[in-house]
């Protein structure tokens, strides 16, 4: 009787402690909570906001896509790893991809792989759990003028 009274207490207290641990609080404050990762613009008067993420290789490339075949559409920005918080020029230099800030665009059926000359890369937060900024940049192809505005970004690093 002792041992069933032994076991009982026990399957209870570990009870216990899993439910008290799987609460979680609806405090904004939470740390543990995550923001959605997005980054956000504005092309031709109209808004997009795309799920995004980042890469990193020789730089952080921060995108966002959706679509497929003629719907698809897709924006990156291309940073230094050392990205640093600040306002950064948008140039279009593949000689020197680990220490520019450089944007590319794609909008299907009628611009593929668009590589913005001008524009800023604004970086407000970076640290070791996100970076967040914003962006606008243009640029032309087959003469063609590309204007991005309004952009923003936020990614959780992981």
Partial sequence: MKILKKVM???????ALALSSSCSSNDSSDESQTET????????GTSYTFDSGYQTSETLDISGSEGIDNTYKKISLWMPLDATVGSHPVVYDLSNL????????????????FNAIAG???????????????????????EQ????????????KI
């Fill in 145 to 156: 003028t590309i204007e991005i505005t309004e952009g923003s970004f936020s990614i959780s």
């Fill in 37 to 44: 990762d997005f980054i956000k613009f504005k092309y031709k």
């Fill in 9 to 15: 207490f026990l399957a209870v207290a570990v009870f």
């Fill in 98 to 113: 680990e220490t520019t800030y450089q944007a590319n665009f794609t909008f299907m059926p009628g611009i593929n792989n």
């Fill in 120 to 142: 800023t890369i604004k970086i407000t937060v970076n640290d070791s759990k996100k970076i967040e900024g914003t962006f606008n940049f243009s640029g032309t192809k087959d």
